[in-house]
């Protein structure tokens, strides 16, 4: 019997919610660098006394929010600088070391209170895989992989996840945006503390197992790929002999504009990099770009762990994070996408076999409870005729169907 992933309860009621908001403030906003970014600068901080706002209103923000229609809102309560708008106990790199209000300040409890205050659920933002102050870089890690380094960073962030689920109530999402390493792959012990301690909340890509974790379509391209599936507790059968595959995307090799690096292939890949000639960014293992990547790896009897080490690999936390790694020439190539590489206008050199990596398949079918099984198939019909693969083509795809 075929089955079809559906929604937990938890992951329908924010759904139905429809409209949230995002608030991202942090340091680089008090720069003179507009194009700031933060992998340029490991080892160089900005320092906390740049976060001097004087004119701030917090509740203006969600008035606004409110106003426009949003029933949850998000802060960003540290993103990859590693600067936090709460006084944590952690370390130093916080508003309690700014100017801001005398370091009396709090943006995440004045945030939490104009939720409140407005009707708004609140939620927030915290960055586990990256750190700029710390040293860390996705997946999560830090940057030079010594164990007591990593050991004192898993600690201080579980410290700081405790401090914003602790003291500020019931959060409505939680949104980790760069996944959580696991604690088997050497990162922290999320999952048993937010289980413990932030039960009821809707989780961004976090912790792997929990049952209500969300993908979104909510990229910068407004496209969505298979990455927006969230973790689902029950299945759908599908309506027998309407399952088709209907699309294909092919994994490939993208370089930045003018390809500086003249890179030409997979083949010629392996060699580069293991020659430490190249800088290649590939997605986190808990995405699936990153899993087709990993496969590309082993075909060629590359190591990652080596590869890593010998600083030729960055990481993103999925597709996107990657393809922006590519545009903006922060590395000399990605594995990506063939969608993604025409939506971003990047060059690919070259595809992937399936005998390299399989397969990226995307199906379709009927429901079988549809309440209107006729127009179902009829718009599957559609889907596979000459118009409908035009446009798959016209897009990177390649229709199957």
Avoid at 49 to 68: G, H, K, Q, T, Y
Avoid at 140 to 166: C, F, I, S
Avoid at 271 to 285: C, K, P, R, T
Wanted: with cysteine; hydrophobic share 40%.
């Amino acid at each position: 019997m075929t089955k079809l992933i559906l929604p937990t309860l938890s992951q329908a009621e924010w759904a139905e919610r429809e409209i949230g908001v995002i608030i991202h403030l942090d340091l680089p906003v008090f720069s003179n660098d507009v194009r700031y970014n933060f992998r340029e600068h490991y080892g160089d901080p900005l320092p906390a006394e740049l976060f001097n706002p004087d004119d701030m209103d917090v509740e203006s923000w969600i008035r606004a929010a409110r106003d426009l229609g949003a029933k949850y809102a998000v802060l960003v309560a540290k993103h990859c600088t590693g600067f936090c708008l709460w006084p944590t106990r952690a370390h130093g790199y916080s508003v309690a070391s700014s100017p801001w209000k005398d370091g009396q300040g709090d943006v995440v409890r004045e945030f939490v209170d104009a939720c409140r205050k407005y009707d708004v659920l609140p939620g927030l933002y915290y960055s586990v895989s990256c750190n700029q102050y710390m040293n860390v870089d996705n997946p999560g890690l830090v940057r030079d992989r010594d164990p007591e380094k990593q050991r004192a960073y898993n600690e201080m962030a579980l410290e700081q996840l405790t401090e914003l689920w602790t003291n500020y109530g019931e959060l409505f999402e939680i949104w980790f945006d760069g996944g959580c390493l696991p604690p088997e792959e050497g990162g922290p012990d999320v999952a048993a503390l937010l289980s413990r301690l932030q039960p009821n909340a809707v989780v961004f890509q976090g912790p792997r197992g929990l049952p209500s974790r969300l993908r979104w379509v909510g990229n910068e391209r407004g496209v969505a790929d298979e990455n927006c599936s969230s973790i689902m507790n029950e299945g759908a059968e599908l309506l027998d002999g309407t399952r088709i595959d209907l699309l294909e995307n092919k994994v490939v090799l993208a370089v930045p504009e003018g390809n500086p690096k003249s890179i030409e292939s997979f083949d010629k890949l392996a060699d580069q990099l293991g020659a430490g000639e190249v800088f290649l960014a590939i997605g986190n293992s808990d995405v699936p770009v990153g899993q087709y990547t990993r496969k590309i790896f082993a075909h060629y009897g590359m190591d990652e762990q080596s590869l890593a080490d010998a600083g030729v690999l960055t990481y993103g936390s999925n597709v996107k994070e990657v393809t922006t790694q590519v545009s903006e020439g922060a590395v000399d190539c990605g594995v990506i996408y063939a969608t993604d590489a025409y939506s971003a206008g990047l060059e690919s050199v070259d595809e992937a076999t399936a005998d390299m990596c399989g397969q990226v398949i995307y199906p379709a079918a009927v429901l079988r409870n549809s309440a209107h099984p006729d127009e179902a198939k009829a718009f599957l019909d559609y889907l596979t005729g000459e118009d409908a693969g035009r446009v798959f083509e016209s897009v990177g795809f390649t229709p199957l169907a």
